[in-house]
């Protein structure tokens, strides 16, 4: 089991950044997948980044490629978010599943979650 603490979210004009910060009760580096979701007000939780054990892989969501990067450490997962749009404002959670496995941007993949941080982007 693994409890996951968000932080980092923040306001912040478009065109801006932030880097978001989560870290893991526990490590995790080549035993858990970790990844990134995000929730919009009346929107579907969506999968924006997912990284592998020992950080052998990454997988981006179709809106944040070339934008976002993932990546990770021992016991903290990170995300950082450059050229922020509007749309990208949302609740912004930690997530990672035993193992090492294949990615998956799916939010039913993922057994542990953070409680969130939010980000919000004024344009």
């Known amino acids: 089991q693994v409890q996951l603490v968000e932080s980092g979210g923040g306001s912040v004009q478009a065109g801006g950044s932030l880097r978001l910060s989560c870290t893991a009760s526990?490590?995790?580096?080549?035993?858990?997948?970790m990844g990134w979701f995000r929730q919009a007000p009346g929107k579907e939780r969506e999968g924006v980044a997912a990284?592998?054990?020992?950080?052998?892989s990454v997988s981006y969501g179709e809106s944040v490629k070339g934008r976002f990067t993932i990546s990770r450490d021992n016991t903290k997962l990170y995300l950082q978010m450059n050229s922020l749009k509007p749309e990208d404002a949302a609740m912004y959670y930690c997530?990672?599943?035993?193992?090492?496995?294949?990615?998956?941007?799916?939010?039913?993949?993922?057994?542990?979650w953070g409680q969130g941080t939010q980000v919000t982007v004024s344009s």
């Open positions: 997530v990672a599943r035993p193992g090492c496995g294949l990615l998956d941007l799916s939010k039913d993949y993922y057994t542990y």
């Open positions: 990284i592998g054990c020992l950080s052998n």
């Open positions: 526990r490590y995790t580096y080549n035993t858990y997948r």
